[in-house]
């Protein structure tokens, strides 16, 4: 995100604070199914309104994306088949550029999250 530093997560535990774009291609190329990435400012903020991108493998070609833009009211899901595309938006997200969402198909999702 602009001016905040993130971090990139994976499935298995590793953490890596201001990931490059190298660094997110590889980890996408190698990223197995049913496993994820998440990034998320470094500050690691579990309060109502957090911000993170993160995505999930569900097939070779099925990318599950989804971002979180403040509340659980904010929550978007699109799928992928291209790792290039899921590289542009989770490296662009951690650079605060937005133009990689104009590219998707969104389903909101928020209300997956309602509190009841």
Do not use: C
């Not at 400012?41 to 493998?57: E, L, S």
């Not at 070779?60 to 904010?74: C, K, N």
């Amino acid at each position: 995100m602009d001016g905040v530093e993130v971090v990139l997560r994976t499935a298995r535990g590793l953490t890596i604070s201001d990931p490059g774009r190298l660094i997110v291609e590889m980890l996408v190329d190698r990223l197995e199914v049913g496993k994820h990435l998440i990034v998320e400012p470094a500050d690691g903020d579990t309060g109502p309104n957090v911000h993170y991108i993160q995505v999930m493998r569900q097939a070779e070609d099925d990318y599950q994306l989804e971002y979180r833009a403040g509340s659980p009211q904010e929550h978007y899901q699109t799928h992928l088949a291209a790792p290039a595309d899921v590289v542009d938006a989770l490296f662009g997200w951690s650079k605060g550029d937005w133009s990689w969402r104009d590219r998707f198909e969104w389903k909101w999702i928020g209300d997956w999250f309602a509190q009841s």
